[in-house]
């Protein structure tokens, strides 16, 4: 029935909540798990400093290098751990903003099934913040299984 399961991860143990829901599924219907994290771009603005502007731009390439670098060794323990565990996993490094990255790859992937975890949050932080799972949800290709996840200090 599910054939290809999107595990969207954001680095946070409660995004990580959503594993143990996908592992099983993944068990039950011998899918494969496809972990993604998007990396965001890392902005800088240079126009308080524009004498600094070149020095700046190399610093945001490194840092963006860095950020990158994490992001991938981040989802590859995690393939890592599910492979282990005989599951067939692999993993997609996303860029852009988080909610149409993870569209984009469930509508290219043909995928069957969205496991992810709520963050959470509720009144004004929701606001601020958004949801990501609520835009997910309101567009995705495919049906979603939610995680509640309940947001306690040190958790993100």
Wanted: hydrophobic share 45%; charged share 20%; glycine share 4%.
């Amino acid at each position: 029935m599910y054939q290809k399961i999107l595990v969207p991860l954001d680095g946070s143990t409660l995004s990580e909540l959503a594993l143990p829901h996908a592992e099983a599924l993944a068990r039950h219907f011998d899918s494969e798990i496809i972990l993604t994290r998007v990396c965001q771009p890392v902005a800088m603005p240079v126009e308080f400093y524009p004498a600094m502007a070149g020095v700046a731009y190399d610093y945001q390439l490194d840092l963006q290098t860095q950020v990158e670098k994490e992001v991938k060794e981040y989802i590859i323990n995690w393939q890592k751990r599910l492979q282990l565990a005989k599951l067939k996993c692999r993993y997609l490094v996303l860029e852009g903003f988080v909610p149409e990255a993870i569209l984009k790859v469930a509508e290219t992937e043909a995928v069957d099934l969205i496991v992810m975890s709520t963050h959470g949050r509720s009144g004004l932080s929701r606001w601020v913040y958004g949801s990501v799972a609520a835009k997910v949800l309101q567009a995705a290709p495919c049906p979603i299984f939610l995680v509640r996840a309940k947001s306690h200090p040190g958790d993100d």
